[in-house]
């Protein structure tokens, strides 16, 4: 399973519950292999291309969708969708914003975008945020998950996700905040897994889509509350 920087925390909640469902399935348990791998978001398409990843996720915008999916189809590929969602700004809690129950975007003009670096001459269309239709007078563009939060606590730095964070993994240090839907940097992620055409997920593959949207759903309740 292969899974972009900014959906790592996210994708990998269902893991625990997935080993020991697998654990306590009718599985050979003597030998297995797995491997869940951060990368970037070209090398989730091309990994899941060359059946190197069973699964890969991404999302797909307004902005990227004609582009991702014409190398999607390229290479015999599809994408199942798991949900939409809209933009929502992840900053540290002590953050001059943080408490805020509604960020407009004017008002984050005066603090650095913190961006996952994707390399490569078209890097734009395969950013893992929401930000690729806007320009930002200050960036920063990091190729860690760690650096990145450190840099949200030395500079007030920030960046857009899900709205759906893992507390277990980030701890209470951080802050979610939805974007208001004028504000021109918002926008709708279809988020959703890959995998070749035609393929018969395994059985522990299966186990995790499963998991994933259990998690989801549940997650999004809570976002709607």
Not at 82 to 94: H, I, P, Q, R
């Amino acid at each position: 399973i292969l899974i972009p920087h900014f959906f790592y925390q996210l994708f990998t909640s269902g893991f625990p519950e997935l080993f020991s469902k697998f654990f306590h399935k009718s599985f050979d348990t003597a030998k297995y292999d797995f491997a869940i791998r951060e990368s970037k978001t070209r090398e989730v398409i091309d990994d899941v291309a060359s059946l190197r990843s069973e699964i890969g996720i991404l999302y797909l915008s307004d902005f990227n969708r004609n582009v991702i999916t014409k190398i999607l189809r390229a290479n015999d590929i599809e994408f199942q969708e798991l949900m939409d969602c809209k933009s929502y700004v992840f900053l540290w809690k002590n953050h001059p914003l943080a408490d805020r129950t509604e960020i407009h975007g004017e008002e984050l003009s005066d603090y650095p975008f913190l961006s996952f670096e994707q390399g490569g001459n078209d890097s734009f269309y395969f950013s893992e945020e929401l930000s690729s239709m806007n320009d930002y007078s200050q960036t920063v563009k990091v190729n860690d998950r760690a650096t990145m939060v450190n840099l949200m606590v030395g500079l007030y730095g920030y960046t857009l996700c899900s709205g759906i964070v893992c507390e277990e993994l980030n701890g209470g240090d951080y802050r979610v905040i939805p974007l208001s839907d004028d504000s021109p940097i918002n926008g709708v992620m279809k988020v959703g897994y890959i995998v070749k055409k035609n393929q018969i997920l395994s059985s522990v593959g299966k186990l995790y889509i499963e998991k994933i949207q259990e998690f989801l759903h549940a997650a999004q309740g809570g976002l709607s509350n």
